[in-house]
């Protein structure tokens, strides 16, 4: 991949990449859109990453489909598509647990990942940061594309992009949304029909605390209780966090302000959903 970057780099143009654990769907198709727009060569990875999954967590059951993956970036024009194997992101090898301890450098961001899926997942932005960072040092992008929302997410490679001196430009991609305001994850797909229905409950949550905020509440405690209050509507969904956040700091805010943020996570059946929303 080294030598295609170099390549794609001496057309002139800068590169832009589109990091994805595969199972492409629209929302991905709005990042590869945005990378475009900056102008730029397009490349798109492709892996699912071990080391940001926790033991009991998804990594078996997550959804790969390389053939559908790749037909998706071929309708978008993208460029290069890079699918690396376990071996070659982890030369130490994963094991059969989907553990990487053979490994024994990481990078970790440890003021914005310490908070809400940080504490809940524990050392899962230590695989997120590792494993972009591979990323950036293998494509050598100009620019790298993420989605809004994995909010913390953006925010931590975001922090980590600057703390470590990468010459890469981070661009946010807003979220895509189902019609119905369900925002597209690949996890979406784990959903029953009933399931999936009663997931609009955290898009409903967090328009609740829009409605708090536009009506004048700046008491964060209120418009995180109304979230919860949403949620519990809702049999099948066990919320497990709805805060309003600074920001850029990921903190606890005493005054809701303009720029800080509702994120909010719940268990729809036995799906963990994530969504967020600027207010």
């Known amino acids: ?48 990453n071990p080391s940001q999954f926790g033991p009991k967590e998804d990594f078996k059951q997550y959804p790969r489909d390389l053939d559908a993956d790749l037909d998706l970036c071929i309708r978008e024009s993208v460029d290069v598509v890079f699918a690396p194997s376990d071996a070659e992101m982890y030369p130490g090898g994963v094991d059969g647990d989907n553990s990487t301890r053979q490994s024994s450098t990481w990078v970790e961001e440890t003021a914005l990942a310490k908070r809400l899926e ?8 230590r695989g997120v940061c590792t494993v972009v960072a591979k990323l ?10 993420f989605g809004q929302k994995d909010y913390q997410q953006f925010k931590v490679v975001q922090r980590m992009v600057r703390d470590l001196c990468y010459l890469i430009e981070i661009v946010a991609a807003p979220t895509v949304r189902e019609p119905d305001g369900l925002a597209m994850s690949s996890r979406n797909r784990y959903l029953s029909p009933d399931q999936r229905a009663q997931s609009l409950v955290l898009w409903k949550a967090l328009n609740r605390a829009r409605e708090l905020f536009t009506s004048g509440e700046r008491r964060p405690q209120r418009l995180e209780t109304a979230m919860a209050q949403v ?45 967020n929303l600027v207010l």
């Open 1 to 48: 991949m080294n030598a295609a970057a170099a390549a794609l780099k001496r057309s002139g143009r800068p590169l832009a990449l589109v990091p994805t654990m595969g199972a492409l769907h629209e929302g991905h198709a709005a990042l590869i859109r945005k990378a475009r727009e900056q102008g730029a060569t397009v490349a798109v990875s492709i892996y699912v």
């Open 136 to 145: 950036f040092d293998i494509v050598r992008p100009d620019v790298a594309v």
């Open 231 to 275: 949620v519990a509507t809702v049999p099948s969904a066990r919320l497990d966090y709805a805060e309003v956040v600074d920001g850029e700091t990921l903190e606890p805010v005493s005054v809701v302000q303009p720029g800080n943020a509702a994120l909010i996570a719940s268990y729809v059946g036995s799906t963990r959903l994530i969504d």
């Open 118 to 125: 940080g504490e809940r997942r524990p050392g899962h932005f």
